[in-house]
């Protein structure tokens, strides 16, 4: 009878709870979780440890990105920076020497043996080079390193920028500098503000002449127009104005390339760092003319005045006869 019977099927039955599974996608989103949870804490343990100079740095970054990114260099808290302000302290507007890399520059000789003449020399040559490296170092600067000349001459330390082809400094006939070369000058304005030396600056053009034959607006006013808006700039970005002696346009007077006075090179603008025999020996130029030419005193200006009004003979009046 056991033989008989079939052999019943097993039945194996699964309960489908409500709402089904989520699988492992759960487990995804909770690592997301707590990544962001530890790039936040991370974030405000940065913020907590970083000092106040450099925060205010890195908002400057978001206000300007762009102008950050090209002009590079170490930081808006340097001196070679063109941002201005940054550093330990955030109430200078020039920018900080860092430590340890900067030359100190001297005002009083140290050494019994050195005059005062080679220490102005000593600090212009140190000067050279810290414009050099501060080029090197700055991207914005090394693409126009061809078009910066830096040499030192009998009157002291002298920066030429030139025109190129391709790219000039100012527009045709206009003394409003292109905005590259508006970095040029806001860059280096706290670099030469680390000396006491006056300043000389002064305009040239080439050779081409305006239409007027010069009787009219011609290169003098032009070349002197861009020597006052490289001051102005300059003055704008850490230059003391009290250290400007001189701004001035020459035209075409002086060539820079004799054999064609047409070339690019010729419109430039000469920024000098004056030695102080150069810088006395201008305002004692000066002073010697204004003695030549002029009356010791002021009442002795009267007095000639005077003096000429009487000697004058008089002039008789004529009086026209009234037609009827």
């Given at each position: 009878m056991a033989e008989g019977k079939k052999e019943q099927p097993i039945v194996i039955k699964r309960i489908k709870?409500?709402?089904?599974?989520?699988?492992?996608?759960?487990?995804?989103?909770?690592?997301?979780?707590?990544?962001?949870?530890?790039?936040?804490?991370l974030l405000m343990w940065l913020?907590?440890?970083?000092?106040?100079?450099?925060?205010?740095?890195?908002?400057?970054?978001?206000?300007?990105?762009?102008?950050?990114?090209?002009?590079?260099?170490?930081?808006?808290?340097?001196?070679?920076?063109?941002?201005?302000?940054?550093?330990?302290?955030?109430?200078k507007t020039v920018g900080q020497v860092q430590?340890?890399?900067?030359?100190?520059?001297?005002?009083?000789?140290?050494?019994?043996?050195?005059?005062?003449?080679?220490?102005d020399q000593?600090?212009?040559?140190?000067?050279?080079?810290?414009?050099?490296?501060?080029?090197?170092?700055n991207p914005a600067l090394a693409a126009f390193r061809n078009q910066l000349l830096i040499n030192i001459t009998p009157e002291g330390l002298r920066i030429q920028v030139v025109d190129s082809a391709k790219r000039p400094m100012f527009p045709n006939g206009s003394t409003e500098p292109e905005p590259y070369a508006r970095t040029i000058f806001e860059a280096i304005a706290p670099t030469l503000n680390t000396l006491p030396n006056r300043v000389s600056i002064t305009g040239h053009t080439d050779a081409l002449?305006?239409?007027?034959?010069?009787?009219?607006?011609?290169?003098?006013?032009?070349?002197?127009?861009?020597?006052?808006?490289v001051r102005q700039i300059m003055v704008q970005h850490g230059l003391a104005e009290q250290k400007i002696l001189r701004v001035m346009g020459m035209g075409s007077a002086v060539l820079f390339n004799r054999q064609n006075p047409d070339s690019p090179l010729n419109r430039r603008v000469t920024i000098?760092?004056?030695?102080?025999?150069?810088?006395?020996?201008?305002?004692?130029?000066?002073q010697a003319v204004m003695n030549v030419s002029a009356p010791a005193t002021a009442d002795a200006a009267l007095h000639n005045l005077a003096g000429t009004t009487r000697s004058a003979p008089a002039t008789p009046s004529t009086v026209a006869p009234v037609s009827s």
């Open positions: 709870k409500g709402g089904g599974s989520h699988g492992g996608a759960w487990k995804i989103a909770y690592a997301d979780f707590i990544t962001a949870l530890m790039a936040f804490f913020l907590g440890s970083t000092t106040k100079a450099t925060l205010q740095g890195i908002a400057n970054w978001f206000k300007n990105p762009e102008r950050v990114s090209l002009m590079g260099g170490p930081g808006t808290g340097s001196s070679n920076s063109i941002l201005n302000g940054g550093g330990s302290n955030l109430n430590r340890g890399q900067k030359h100190q520059f001297l005002t009083s000789p140290e050494n019994p043996s050195l005059s005062t003449r080679e220490i000593r600090n212009l040559r140190y000067l050279k080079q810290e414009l050099e490296a501060q080029i090197r170092e002449r305006y239409l007027n034959n010069g009787r009219g607006y011609s290169n003098f006013n032009l070349s002197a127009g861009r020597a006052n808006a000098v760092v004056l030695s102080n025999e150069a810088a006395q020996r201008i305002v004692s130029n000066q």
